[in-house]
Each structure stands twice: as structure tokens, then as C-alpha cells.
């Protein structure tokens, strides 16, 4: 298996984006991602008219997403419940695993919210230096310096501005710098740390979602996990059918809670 990775510094406007690539074969034809967007280019226009006058974030985000309904809708949420991607039932005696850390915003927010112990993982060094940071006078924070997926590997890590795709070996990439970063196995991972159960896992890796959960699958780990806030993302290969299957596993153990597709999902232990 080969990896091909980008990575993201949301700070600083640069995308960290962790990715596999399945086989060596570059593919000429488009994807179905790409051919959603072609088709769906005259809406993308009138949206993008409609939004003008987005903050440059917000449209960089929209532009991502070609002004998705799912997109839109979220937005809409986090203006009506601006902690929906933080609510959940933990406190100060609740372990949590952050995969995709960054530079620890999401995390720092759940430590002053609910006191929780939280494992961050993340392998960008750039965006691990200010985690770093944000742990350095709390003790129940702790970066962790290397990825999670499926097996234990050392990848390449590939800078690139906000909006990134993942893995695809496109021809604008191939300049694009470069870093080597480890990633650990999940199962290993758990043992090692003795999780065991945990209270909350935060999924936000740029299309490394899809092997992480396989391996979680294979390893009867999802059982382990009480809440599940994940981002799948539509432009990794195989997307749909990949999501639907982890979620066809996810339903024997959990219930969805909320749903905004290729977004963001929540799902709760039953």
C-alpha cells in the first residue's frame, strides 16, 4: 500500500491532509466527486454569487464542499448551536481521543468545557508545535506526536494550501513539499495506552478516516467508543461506498444523533 499524504496548519490557512492510496495506479478518469461538482457547476455559480460576501474561511470552506446543501445546513446549525461539535455527555473523569488534533482548538474548548482527559494526535509538526502550546499548563492534555490509521507506517506528509485534496496523485501536487511522519496503528495504540473504553473520539483526517475505521471494524474496537464525531470526506475514492459500509457497522453498535453528509455525523453509543 502506498501513502500519499497532506497535511493542515488551519491557523495559518494550510491544509494538513493524511491520505492513502490504495494501489499505485493513477487514474485519467474523473471521480465521482469530481464528476458531482461538473455537474452541479452552474448551482456552484449562483451559490458562489449568493455568497459573495463570505468571510475568506467560510468561502474557502464552501468552495471545498461546492456550496453543498449538507454544507449550508451545517452552517446553519453551528449559527442556531455554536457548540455542536462540542456537546456531549462527559466531564472531568471521561477520556478522550482527538485524531486530526491540529493545532488544538477543538480540544482546548473540550478541556475548558468539561475537564476531560484528552489524547491528541497529530503528526504535522507545524500544528504540533502550538498543540504543544496549548498543553503546556494543562496536564490532562496530551499531544501525541504521530497519526493514527491502520497499520504503523512512516508516510509522506505533503504541505499544501487550504483545500487539499487526498489520496490522488493529481499533477498540481507533484511539486508540492514534502515531510515524512509516522503514523501508528489504532489497535497497538489502544493497547499500549490502555484505553479501553473511552467517553469520545473526534475523527477530522482529510480521507485517513476510511482505513482508521476498517482497522477499528476488524479490531472490535468501535464498541469502545461511546460518541463518534466524525468528518468523512466525499473526495477521497470510493468515498460513498466506503462511508456507507462503516456506517452499516457503526448502526449494530450505535445510533445517529446528526447527520450533515460529508460534514460532519455524530453517533452515540446505544
Not at 471545498?64 to 472531568?92: C, M, P, Q
Not at 508516510?155 to 508540492?176: A, I, K, P, Q
Request: glycine share 4%; with cysteine.
Amino acid at each position: 500500500m502506498r501513502y500519499t499524504t497532506i497535511a493542515d496548519d488551519r491557523d495559518n490557512n494550510n491544509t494538513v491532509t493524511l491520505a492513502l492510496a490504495e494501489d499505485t495506479m493513477t487514474s485519467t478518469l474523473p471521480s465521482s466527486y469530481e464528476l458531482k461538482k461538473a455537474l452541479l457547476w452552474p448551482r456552484t455559480l449562483y451559490m458562489r454569487w449568493k455568497y459573495r460576501n463570505s468571510s475568506g474561511p467560510m468561502k474557502t470552506m464552501m468552495e471545498l464542499h461546492y456550496y453543498s446543501s449538507a454544507l449550508i445546513n451545517f452552517v446553519g446549525a453551528t449559527f442556531v448551536n455554536k457548540h455542536l461539535l462540542h456537546e456531549a455527555s462527559i466531564d472531568s473523569n471521561s477520556v478522550v481521543v482527538d485524531v486530526g488534533a491540529f493545532t488544538g482548538s477543538w480540544a482546548q474548548h473540550m478541556v475548558d468545557r468539561y475537564d476531560p482527559v484528552i489524547y491528541a494526535f497529530e503528526p504535522n509538526p507545524n500544528s504540533l508545535k502550538r498543540l504543544r502550546q496549548k498543553a503546556a499548563n494543562n496536564p490532562k492534555l496530551h499531544p501525541m506526536p504521530y497519526g493514527l490509521g491502520d497499520e504503523d507506517a512512516t508516510v509522506d506528509f505533503t504541505l499544501n494550501g487550504l483545500g487539499s485534496s487526498m489520496c490522488d496523485e493529481r499533477s498540481s501536487h507533484s511539486d508540492t513539499p514534502r515531510m515524512a511522519v509516522e503514523i501508528a496503528a489504532v489497535d497497538r495504540v489502544w493497547r499500549e495506552l490502555d484505553l479501553g473504553k473511552i467517553d469520545l473520539m473526534k475523527i477530522n483526517i482529510e480521507g485517513a478516516e476510511f482505513p482508521l475505521l476498517a482497522k477499528m471494524i476488524e479490531t472490535d474496537l468501535l464498541k469502545n467508543v461511546d460518541c463518534f464525531l466524525i468528518q468523512f470526506h466525499e473526495w477521497h475514492p470510493g468515498a460513498g461506498s466506503k462511508r456507507q459500509r462503516i456506517r452499516k457497522e457503526l448502526s449494530k453498535t450505535h445510533r445517529l444523533e446528526w447527520d450533515y453528509a460529508f460534514v460532519w455525523e455524530k453517533w452515540v453509543r446505544i
